[in-house]
Every structure is written in structure tokens, then in C-alpha cells.
């Protein structure tokens, strides 16, 4: 069992230039999440979705955008990078109020 | 804003001893509260989780222990052991809001042997 993957796992982007992280999930999970982790700041909700097809906002998503064309994946882009997004993404998958598995994360340095 | 507060920011332990990490919550919709352990490189991982309809829930070594009216959740290991060094995450969520997990600032937990 997979169970969440993320790619890549690590990524340097120049301020500006824009990327697509990919979370992969095989645990037929309706809900799918992106977050990022900042020291001492917790893990925080970037943007989610309830089912195939479906997004919402979640605490920070401003510079982001997501989709999900389908069940099993969750798409995050940055369109122009900037140094406030260097950060550690992690993906994660659910049923509905349960427990989440996350990914391995991917760390992304702006410069 | 922060909705769950976590302490403390770092717990040094002799092994063989009880670490106690605190959480508190502010939104009373919250109604599944999970505790998340992180090694240095991974993802988080459920280690135990509880709902408001008992005050304890208790798996091995770990326990949790709910406080309803004074909205606070804390997470007891017992019997710490070196390998329990790692990150601990409170987090809170509700079931009609996407299940989407709030969580606390973490604590790092060292235990020494």
C-alpha cells in the first residue's frame, strides 16, 4: 500500500516561476488536503476538497490554487513563487472526520 | 487566527518518565480531536485520537484526557522512551466542516536516556 505520495520531494524554484506539486492517494478517500508546515506555526490549511471535482479555501490559500480532476489526486500550484512560500508541504486524505494520512512532504525553497 | 493552542514549545524528559502535552480549543462546534506524531523527515501519523463524548481515552502508553467545559485536551505518555523523541501535534476538527483538521503550534519532545 502506497497510501499518500507527493512529488517531488524536494523542489528549488527562482521567485516567480511557478510549479505543481501532485498528491497520489489509493485509499479511495473523499477528502483530500494540502497544508504547510512553518516552524512553530503548526501545520496549516492551505486549500481542501470534499469529493472529486469540489475545492474550498482553507486558512492560507492566497498565491495558491488547486484541483481535483480526479478522486485520487489533488493538484497544488504556485503561479509566481515568492520567498514567503518556502515552506514544507504535506497532502493528506480522509474519510469524513477520521483520521487523515499524510504524504512524506515536499520541501520548496524560494529564492 | 489560532484556534488551538498548544504547550509547551519544547519537553525534555528523563525515560521512564510522564510527558504532558497541553491543548486548548476555542470553536465548541469541534467534535473530533486527534493527536499527530512527526519524526524529522516524515509526515505526521495519528497516534490516538478522541471525541468529546468520553473524558479518556487511553492506548498503551499514550492517553488522552478530555476536558469538555474547559475546552482542553492533553496528551500523556507514560514509561517515556528515547524513541518517543518527535514532534506532537494537537488538532481539532468538525464533522460539517469538511473534516478539515486545525491544528496546534506542536511540541518537541526529547526524552533522554
Known amino acids: 500500500n502506497a497510501g499518500v505520495t507527493q512529488t517531488p520531494k524536494f523542489r528549488v524554484l527562482k521567485t516567480g516561476q511557478s510549479m505543481t506539486l501532485l498528491c497520489a492517494q489509493d485509499?479511495?478517500?473523499?477528502?483530500m488536503y494540502w497544508y504547510r508546515q512553518d516552524p512553530g506555526m503548526g501545520l496549516r490549511l492551505i486549500h481542501y476538497?470534499?469529493?472529486?471535482?469540489?475545492?474550498a479555501k482553507g486558512e492560507v490559500p492566497d498565491g495558491y490554487n488547486v484541483s481535483r480532476l480526479k478522486k485520487q489526486n489533488f493538484l497544488l500550484g504556485l503561479e509566481s513563487a515568492a520567498p514567503s512560500q518556502t515552506s514544507v508541504y504535506f497532502c493528506?486524505?480522509?474519510?469524513?472526520?477520521?483520521?487523515?494520512?499524510f504524504g512524506q512532504g515536499t520541501r520548496l525553497t524560494v529564492v | 487566527q489560532q484556534q488551538v493552542k498548544q504547550s509547551p514549545q519544547s519537553l525534555i524528559v528523563q525515560k521512564g518518565g510522564i510527558s504532558i502535552i497541553n491543548c486548548a480549543y476555542e470553536?465548541?462546534?469541534?467534535?473530533?480531536f486527534p493527536w499527530y506524531q512527526q519524526f524529522p523527515g516524515k509526515g505526521p501519523a495519528l497516534l490516538i485520537a478522541?471525541?468529546?463524548?468520553?473524558s479518556e481515552k487511553k492506548e498503551g502508553r499514550f492517553t488522552i484526557s478530555f476536558n469538555k467545559s474547559a475546552k482542553q485536551f492533553s496528551l500523556h505518555i507514560m514509561d517515556s522512551q528515547p524513541g518517543d523523541s518527535a514532534t506532537y501535534f494537537c488538532?481539532?476538527?468538525?464533522?460539517?466542516?469538511?473534516?478539515?483538521?486545525?491544528f496546534g503550534e506542536g511540541t518537541q519532545l526529547t526524552v533522554n536516556p
Open positions: 476538497s470534499v469529493g472529486e471535482g469540489t475545492t
Open positions: 485509499m479511495n478517500h473523499e477528502y
Open positions: 470553536n465548541t462546534a469541534f467534535d473530533y
Open positions: 493528506a486524505s480522509s474519510w469524513a472526520n477520521t483520521e487523515a494520512f
Open positions: 488538532a481539532a476538527s468538525m464533522s460539517n466542516s469538511g473534516s478539515r483538521l486545525t
Open positions: 478522541i471525541r468529546p463524548d468520553v
